[in-house]
């Protein structure tokens, strides 16, 4: 292991940045985009690292919220946009990794292309299963605000369930023809594979986070 690569920001640490941004005011949306995204950079593109990412946020946006005594609603829908504006930029990372690796003239192996295409599909379900769950927790206020954004995000869906299904549509019937045609790849190629993937996404998605961030600094 690399001890000069960034540490993971601990649960405790994105809740309180979450919860502090809510409270500000000002571009919520961006806020907890930012906070996400950085935290997120740290990890592993995979869903539970996501999940634990995602429950903190959503823990401390709740507390923040709670403790302002007016336009709650307004600021929720802001900061469940900004939280879905950097899982929309994980699916992006794993789309144009995908794309990387295809342009190099690598082929996928079924089990490296089935990973990246099963992590996506359970993106956006995960996504609004893990801010649910963390609703629930809340008080009773911010329950109520939680439950009206989250079946307006079920039924209409969510921008990070779109780019899931760009990915999944192009990539989609190349995975069945990998998977017709050819063998299935050796547990130890297949791990070499799939961290390779991962490896190429983890660094686009650093590179999308940094690019945000530094977008949005205060001109002087």
């Known amino acids: 292991m690399n001890d000069n690569l960034p540490k993971p920001a601990t649960a405790a ?3 309180a940045a979450a919860s502090e941004a809510v409270q500000q005011g000002g571009d919520i949306r961006s806020r907890v985009r930012d906070i996400t995204l950085q935290a997120l950079k740290t990890r592993s593109v995979k869903v539970d690292e996501i999940k634990q990412v995602v429950g903190a ?17 307004t600021a929720l829908s802001e900061a469940l946009a900004g939280l879905d504006e950097a899982l929309t930029k ?7 990794a995908l794309r990387q690796l295809a342009s190099q003239g690598r082929d996928f192996s079924e089990h490296e292309l089935r990973e990246a295409l099963d992590y996506l599909k359970h993106l956006e379900e995960e996504f609004l299963l893990t801010v649910g ?3 629930d927790t809340a008080s009773d206020r911010m329950k109520i605000e939680w439950a009206g954004l989250l079946e307006h995000a079920r039924r209409a869906g969510t ?8 990915t999944l549509a192009e990539f989609g019937k190349r995975a069945q023809t990998t998977a017709s045609g050819t ?11 799939s961290a390779r993937l991962a490896q190429a996404a983890s660094g ?17």
């Open 13 to 15: 640490s994105i809740k």
């Open 57 to 73: 946020v959503t823990e401390g946006i709740s507390l923040g919220l709670d403790k302002r005594g007016s336009e709650v609603k």
């Open 90 to 96: 994980s699916a992006e990372a794993t789309q144009l």
């Open 133 to 135: 769950q963390i609703a």
């Open 159 to 166: 921008d990070t369930g779109a780019k899931v299904a760009a």
């Open 183 to 193: 063998a299935v790849t050796g547990g130890r190629a297949a791990r070499e594979l």
């Open 204 to 220: 686009i998605f650093a590179g999308l986070a940094d690019a945000l961030k530094e977008e949005h600094k205060p001109r002087k």
